[in-house]
């Protein structure tokens, strides 16, 4: 997604610094926490009420990266209920990061989570095709665990099997894992950023070298229109 250097003017105030925006997607089933792990996250805030999401919501987290970059995180919270309807190829356009949450008391997410990983794969890509990064959370682990996230060992190559780039257990509600999740998150869509910029750059680079040969050639009166 955009990111963009701070006008000469702006930069000169903040000292050059670069600001990166970022979509990310948080999705999973009804009740996992997506909303609850987003306002703990963005506002410090935790309720025991549940409010089922509509559609969608949106947060704006920023995060003081470095001394030179601020990062934006456009937070998407997906209705659980949205992986039966048909918008989640609007709402994942153009995103560079999902987390994928399910709940560890009810076994029956995490059966959910291949679901979603695949709804996610199949309808948003990076600009070079290759999937988006993915962290699987685990959530409400100051509860009571059901299933195979008792096994770390199995949680590590079910992630590694389906493409998860890290998962960690988390709880909205006492404050655990929440920013080191996103924080790995985050590094993954900054390295994917600076590879996808590379290129470019190495294609403009090459563009150019060949731009400078054509133009040399036709100066020899060796240039061909193929
Ligand atoms: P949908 O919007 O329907 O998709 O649900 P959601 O995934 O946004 O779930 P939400 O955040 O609304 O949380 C559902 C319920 O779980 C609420 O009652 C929350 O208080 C509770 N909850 C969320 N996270 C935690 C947690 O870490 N621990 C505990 N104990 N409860 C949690
Ligand atoms: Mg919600």
Sequence with gaps: MASRRVPATEAQQVGEKREHLY????????????????????HQFFSQHYRATIGVDFALKVLNWDTNTIIRLQLWDIAGQERFGNMTRVYYKEAVGAFIVFDVTRAATFDAVVKWKQDLDAKVQLPDGSP???????????????????????????CKERGFTAWYETSAKENINIEDAARCLVTKILQNDKLIHNNDAAKDAEKFA?????????????????
Excluded: W
Aim: with cysteine; aromatic share 4%; proline share 2%.
């Design 210 to 226: 060949l731009d400078g040969k054509a133009q040399k050639e036709q100066k020899n009166g060796k240039s061909c229109a193929c």
């Design 132 to 158: 988006i990064p993915c962290i699987l959370l685990a959530n409400k682990c100051d509860q009571q665990k059901e299933g195979i996230v008792n096994n770390t060992t199995k949680m590590d190559e079910y």
């Design 23 to 42: 979509k990310i997607l948080v999705i999973g089933e009804l009740g996992t926490g997506k909303t609850s792990i987003i306002k703990r996250y963005v």
